[in-house]
């Protein structure tokens, strides 16, 4: 067999894991010197390169020294977990990627409890050591006490650390001595990570995930655990509900640099591999699903992943500006998306509702669900979604909710605002660490908490919070909250917002659109200052020209800056009786019922008192 090493790359968001894969591929001469190849080349998708996050693994191999050493590049943040649970079953060791700054984040710990969990050998990288004020030796010694606390055993314990600068591009032993590459990483990596350990017995591959071809269409990789894998091989293929069927390999690739490689020769146990079957067309595999021998079959257990803790209404576009800016506005454009979306997206599921034009789509947090939504967004689909919700189940007869881990570091003047606006949210206080100059506060608080939490603590804090947080388990409802927010302005009629118009309103509170925005009827255009109160008003009236110079003839009209949300602002921040409408170039808030009418008898028949 030949020497192969599979790793692992785990790191919070942001700790510098692909620009270390990238220099590894470098160290491995995997392009010419004089190549021009970009920045972060594992992060291909456009929405990954703009907020430096990781979201779908990727697998990449490098030569070096007479081994193949094959990368896999995890997400780091904890609402792609379904992701990394279903990578680490590929790997036999992990990369720990610490900042040397920052030290070990709440998002490792999320990762490597399910590295050390499934009995992986960690070697740790601590990075950025060119920051300064960081302390390289403190961060080592906290990533030792994180993985006793998680219950690592003595063989993970005594694990191997190379210190450096990915960015730099070198790593040693020492961090006050700079070496020349990251050979010393290398070098690590093929004595400390295990060979593959390979059972005796037929053939066995777990899916592990999905690639697509417009070509060949969909193919499967995973680790082949047992046997051997050859073109034109007949093999099983066990479903995770249990159903068998005969297939054959139609073609077998292998991972070879940051592309794919097919090949004539058998795939040995251990390696990482890609597998195109023959198949009808009615038949199709999943992750979860085992290629098995064609005589004997053994599936694999299926792999286990984090449950879903939010849901959101997704729905067409019904409004006004209906089928303006995007290409796929139908709802079987919706429905036939979202469902191929379910074949590669392990954390997510989708539920039929009443009406055909209506989904329920679970995720993992309103990150995992936003994602989706932007991709969606980019590839030219108009819809509508509505408040997200959590997740409730009946456990024992006692209704529960979804708790999460929250961890705030923010500098200690603001650490008293910042426990006063979790607290009002049902969260209660763990522990207050001091960290240099900064406060890191522990809190367990309901996932319903979460919603809206990010903005409110950022404006607390003038930005200066780091946030975190990761789904700990199910609990008794904690009860209603003290939801204080504001009424909305609507406008009255469908047109041209005028400078005059939102000028003479600046009082109502602050706007959401800027004059020459086109608006319609029941359009959310900006937050009333009177809590709770909606007020209609008209944005599209211009100023009554006329021959009498008046007075103020020269004043002119002044406006103050609209306020723009990002895409996971407005999820957060839209109500139960609003829908965010997306389209390809527009954000836009609306009320579910247009017509102030119809609303207002909405109200009275759901027992409001109207304002």
């Not at 080592?140 to 993985?147: I, S």
């Not at 059972?199 to 417009?214: A, K, P, R």
Request: charged residues 30%; contains cysteine; hydrophobic residues 35%.
């Amino acid at each position: 067999m030949q020497n192969i090493r599979n790793v692992a790359i785990i790191a919070h968001v942001d700790h510098g894991k692909t620009t270390l894969v990238d220099r590894m591929l470098h160290q491995a001469k995997l392009f010419r010197d004089n190549q021009e190849t970009g920045e972060l080349i594992l992060d291909n998708n456009d929405l990954e390169r703009e907020r430096g996050i990781t979201i779908l693994s990727k697998n990449v191999s490098v030569r070096y020294k007479g081994y193949k050493i094959n990368i896999i590049d995890t997400p780091g943040h904890s609402d792609f977990g379904g992701e990394v649970e279903r990578v680490l079953n590929m790997a036999d060791g992990v990369l720990l990627v610490v900042d040397a700054f920052e030290g070990p984040m709440p998002q490792t710990r999320f990762v490597l409890q399910k590295a050390i969990e499934l009995g992986l050998k960690p070697i740790v990288v601590v990075n950025k050591v060119d920051k300064p004020n960081c302390d390289p030796e403190a961060t080592q010694e906290a990533v030792f006490d994180l993985m006793f606390n998680l219950g690592a055993n003595n063989d993970q314990l005594e694990f191997p650390t190379a210190y450096g600068s990915a960015k730099q591009g070198w790593m040693g032993e020492d961090w006050n001595t700079p070496t020349e590459d990251i050979g010393y990483l290398m070098d690590l990596i093929i004595e400390h990570i295990p060979a593959p350990k390979v059972d005796e017995g037929n053939t066995q591959m777990m899916i592990s995930s999905l690639d697509y071809s417009s070509y060949l269409g969909r193919i499967a990789v995973g680790r082949l655990h047992r046997g051997t894998l050859q073109a034109g091989q007949a093999i099983t293929l066990a479903k995770r509900d249990g159903e068998q069927i005969h297939s054959k390999i139609k073609e077998l690739y292998t991972f070879e640099g940051l592309g794919k490689e097919r090949i004539k020769t058998p795939v040995e146990a251990g390696d990482i591999c890609a597998v195109l079957l023959e198949l009808d067309k009615n038949v199709a595999f999943e992750i979860g699903d085992t290629i098995c021998d064609n005589d004997n079959p053994e599936p694999l257990p299926p792999i286990k992943v984090d449950e879903p803790t939010m849901s959101m209404l997704f729905t067409i576009n019904t409004s006004p500006f209906f089928g303006k800016e995007g290409k796929y506005v139908t709802s079987r454009h919706l429905r036939d998306r979202l469902f191929a979306e379910l074949e590669k997206n392990l954390a997510m599921r989708v539920e039929e509702t009443g009406s055909p034009d209506q989904l329920l789509v679970y995720g993992r947090g309103i990150m995992h669900l936003s994602v989706l939504i932007e991709t969606m967004r980019r590839e030219g689909y108009e819809l509508q979604v509505g408040q997200p919700k959590v997740i409730i189940r009946e456990i024992d007869g006692q209704k529960c909710e979804p708790i999460e881990q929250l961890t705030v570091l923010v500098p200690e003047e603001f650490s008293s605002k910042v426990i006063d606006i979790v607290t009002r949210r049902k969260g209660e206080v763990g522990t207050i660490d001091t960290k240099g100059d900064r406060v890191q506060l522990d809190f367990t608080i309901p996932s319903r908490g979460i919603i809206g939490l990010r903005n409110n603590l950022l404006t607390a804090t003038n930005g200066e919070a780091i946030i975190a947080h990761r789904f700990l388990e199910f609990q008794p409802w904690k009860g209603d909250m003290d939801d204080h927010k504001y009424g909305a302005l609507i406008a009255k009629e469908t047109g041209e917002a005028t400078a005059y118009s939102i000028s003479k309103l600046q009082d109502r509170g602050p706007f959401f659109i800027e004059p020459g925005d086109h608006v319609y009827a029941g359009e959310v255009i900006g937050e009333s200052l009177r809590p709770g109160n909606d007020i209609v008003i008209n944005v599209v009236t211009a100023k009554n020209l006329t021959n009498m110079r008046s007075k103020s003839a020269d004043d002119k009209s002044t406006c103050s800056p609209a306020i723009k949300m990002s895409l996971e602002e407005a999820m957060e921040y839209i109500r139960e009786d609003e829908y965010l409408e997306i389209t390809p170039s527009n954000l836009r808030i609306r009320k579910i019922i247009l017509d102030e009418i119809e609303r207002k008898r909405a109200r009275i028949a759901a027992g409001y008192k109207d304002e």
